[in-house]
């Protein structure tokens, strides 16, 4: 059964950073594309990162410069360093994976089949 699970998240202060990992079992997922979404309370889920298969990357405005994704596909995991953290990067974190064959689609999360539990993010100011 395929399964992601996130790690990583936790409590910081505004300024400081975090290392997300998220470790994909039960099927190999090289050729997905593999990303990261949030939600924080009263918020809908967004998009946060997206990496495909080729290490093409797609960013939020809003993280754009402070986060950066990558995956190791020998490991059958994704990473989300985050860096310069503002309390509005306050959310869970989630991993996601999709079979997505449009650069286009990346951040749309109807896309994306497989998903982790979440991990909580909070930046204190």
């Known amino acids: 059964q395929a399964q992601l699970v996130e790690s990583g998240g936790g409590l910081v202060q505004a300024g400081g950073s975090l290392r997300l990992s998220c470790a994909a079992s039960?099927?190999?997922?090289?050729?997905?594309?593999m990303g990261w979404f949030r939600q924080a309370p009263g918020k809908e889920r967004e998009f946060v990162a997206g990496v495909t298969s080729g290490h093409y990357t797609s960013y939020a405005d809003s993280v754009k410069g402070r986060f950066t994704i990558s995956r190791e596909r020998a490991k059958n995991t994704v990473y989300l360093q985050m860096n310069s953290l503002k309390p509005e990067d306050t959310a869970v974190y989630y991993c996601a994976a999709g079979q997505i064959y449009s650069i286009g689609r990346l951040a749309l999360r109807n896309e994306y089949d497989y998903w982790g539990q979440g991990t909580q993010v909070t930046v204190s100011s």
């Open positions: 039960g099927r190999t997922f090289s050729t997905y594309v």
